[in-house]
């Protein structure tokens, strides 16, 4: 069965750090590009980070700095680690793969995301 797993979530203080994997089980993640989505209490869900099959990187600006995408393919996860903490970051954290080669979005998988908690 195709699966994304997010993990790594919880209640952190302004400036901490969380680490979050995407782990993927029935597929390879070797020819996705993997993104980070988010979504806070009352707002839409925003792009946050993604890396290609080929390891290119996007940030978006809010994160840019702080956060740091990775992949270990032998592991077939993604990383998301997030440094400098903010309670703008508090949002529920999705992970979203989207075969390379596929000329649309409709088919990328999603996992069932993981909470993350700024606060002091």
């Known amino acids: 069965q195709v699966q994304l797993v997010e993990s790594g979530g919880g209640l952190v203080q302004p400036g901490g750090s969380l680490r979050l994997s995407c782990a993927a089980s029935?597929?390879?993640?070797?020819?996705?590009?993997i993104g980070w989505f988010r979504q806070a209490p009352g707002k839409e869900r925003e792009g946050v980070s993604c890396?290609?099959?080929?390891?290119?990187?996007y940030y978006a600006d809010s994160v840019k700095g702080r956060f740091t995408i990775s992949r270990d393919n032998a592991k077939n996860t993604v990383f998301l680690q997030m440094n400098s903490l903010k309670p703008e970051d508090t949002a529920v954290y999705y992970c979203n793969a989207h075969f390379r080669f596929s000329p649309d979005y409709e088919d990328d998988y999603w996992g069932q995301g993981t909470q993350v908690t700024v606060s002091s």
């Open positions: 029935g597929f390879t993640l070797d020819y996705y590009a």
């Open positions: 890396i290609s099959s080929d390891g290119n990187t």
